[in-house]
C-alpha cells in the first residue's frame, strides 16, 4: 500500500514538473532604458537614411519609441529636412521601420491647410484647412479629405498623424490657432463632428490619430511656440466638451499637451507640466486612459522659464507618457535621446521619477503600438 501511494505520488511529480517544464517563460520586462526610450519620439535630419545618423543608433542601440518627420528645418530655415516626394518618402519611411526590432511610430504634423508636411508641390494630393471644412459643414467633403490624407499617409507607410486639431475657435485671431484656420469651429459640436469624420477614415486605414492642444489653445492670444501663453482670462470649460465627448465615444487614441497656463487651473504649472490637468481633469475626471504626449518639449513657453531637467521631471510625473523633442525649434541636438533617457534614468536613481510612473507610460505606449502593423 505504501509502495503504491509513493508511486502515485512520483508520478504525479513528474507529472506536474513535465506541465511546468513546457509552460511558456513570461516575458522579462525590458531594461528601464528601453522604457523610458520608448517614452522618446524625435525629429531629425536627413531625406535618406544612411548608417551614420544619429536616428539609426537611437532606433538601432536606444529602441527609440518614435520619429517625426517635417518638411522644413526650422534652425537653417531650408528644406529639404525629411520631404522631397512620395518615392522618396516612402523609402525613407520604409529604412526607418527596418531599423527597429519592434513597431516605430512614424509621426507627422498633417493636419490640412496651412500646417501641411506632404505639400501638393512635393507630389502629394491638396489638403485644406480645417476651418474650410467647418464652415462649408458638408460630411461628404471632410469626408473626403480626410480619407484623402489617411490614404497619403498609409502609402507613405507613416502610422501617427498629429491630429485633427479640436480646439475651439474661440478667438480668431488666435496666432497659432484660429488665424491660421487650424480649429473647425467655435462650436464645439461641430468641431466633434468633424473630428469625428477625420478619426475614423483614419482608424479605417490604420493610422493613429492624435487629437490637440489639451486643455485648449483656441482662446489664447499668443503663441506657445515664441513665450509664456496665459489663457487665464479667455479659456472656458467649453473647450472641455470636445475631449469630453470623443473620449466617451471611445475615439481617442492619443491626446496632446498644450504649453498654455491657466491660473484658475493649475497656479503654478503650465498644461504639459501640470499633474492638476493632466492626470487630475484628463485621466481622473475626463476618463482618458490612453497615451498623453507632449507639444514639443523645446518650445518657448517651456524653455524660457523651465531647464530640461526639470520640464522633463515635471512632464512624466504630471503623465505625459511620451515627450516630444522635434529637433526643429531654434537649435539641432544629435545627441537628445541619449541626453534625455541619461536624464530620466538619473531622476528614477534619486527617486524623482517612479519606476512604476515609467512602467506605466510604457504599458499604454506599447499596447497602442500593437494596434498598428
Not at 213 to 226: I, K
Request: net charge negative.
Amino acid at each position: 500500500m505504501h509502495f503504491l501511494l509513493r508511486c502515485c505520488i512520483l508520478f504525479l511529480s513528474a507529472l506536474l514538473f513535465f506541465f511546468t517544464a513546457c509552460q511558456p517563460e513570461s516575458e522579462e520586462e525590458p531594461e528601464l532604458d528601453e522604457q523610458i526610450a520608448q517614452m522618446l519620439l524625435v525629429g531629425f535630419r536627413g531625406t535618406v537614411l544612411n548608417d551614420t545618423n544619429h536616428i539609426v543608433r537611437d532606433i538601432e542601440e536606444y529602441d527609440l519609441g518614435g520619429v517625426i518627420l517635417y518638411e522644413k528645418d526650422g534652425p537653417t530655415q531650408s528644406r529639404p529636412r525629411n520631404i522631397l516626394s512620395p518615392t522618396q518618402v516612402r523609402q525613407l519611411v520604409t529604412d526607418l521601420k527596418a531599423c527597429s526590432t519592434g513597431k516605430l511610430f512614424i509621426a507627422i504634423d498633417q493636419e490640412g491647410g496651412v500646417v501641411d508636411r506632404l505639400k501638393a508641390s512635393y507630389g502629394f494630393p491638396v489638403t485644406v484647412r480645417a476651418q474650410y471644412l467647418g464652415t462649408l459643414n458638408n460630411e461628404d467633403t471632410t469626408r473626403y479629405y480626410a480619407a484623402s490624407i489617411a490614404t497619403t499617409l498609409q502609402n507613405m507607410g507613416i502610422n501617427l498623424n498629429f491630429a485633427p486639431v479640436v480646439d475651439l475657435n474661440v478667438n480668431p485671431a488666435s496666432p497659432a490657432i484660429g488665424a491660421l484656420g487650424r480649429s473647425f469651429s467655435a462650436n464645439p459640436d461641430t468641431v466633434v463632428f468633424h473630428a469625428g469624420i477625420f478619426m475614423t477614415e483614419h482608424t479605417n486605414r490604420n493610422i493613429l490619430s492624435c487629437c490637440k492642444h489639451f486643455p485648449g489653445h483656441g482662446s489664447a492670444t499668443a503663441d506657445s511656440h515664441l513665450g509664456l501663453t496665459d489663457v487665464t482670462d479667455t479659456w472656458s470649460e467649453t473647450e472641455l466638451t470636445p475631449y469630453r465627448q470623443l473620449i466617451q465615444a471611445n475615439r481617442c487614441n492619443m491626446i496632446m499637451s498644450a504649453h498654455v497656463f491657466n491660473q484658475h487651473l493649475d497656479s503654478v504649472y503650465p498644461a504639459t507640466l501640470s499633474y492638476t490637468i493632466l492626470t487630475g481633469i484628463l485621466r481622473e475626471r475626463l476618463g482618458f486612459n490612453g497615451v498623453i504626449i507632449s507639444d514639443a518639449m523645446e518650445m518657448k513657453a517651456i524653455t524660457e522659464v523651465y531647464g530640461l531637467t526639470e520640464a522633463i521631471r515635471l512632464a512624466i510625473n504630471a503623465g505625459c507618457d511620451i515627450l516630444v523633442f522635434s529637433n526643429n525649434i531654434d537649435t539641432y541636438n544629435p545627441d537628445i535621446v541619449p541626453q534625455v533617457i541619461d536624464i530620466i534614468h538619473n531622476l528614477v536613481d534619486q527617486g524623482l521619477i517612479s519606476k512604476e510612473r515609467i512602467r506605466q507610460s510604457y504599458n499604454r505606449i506599447i499596447a497602442l503600438k500593437q494596434s498598428i502593423n
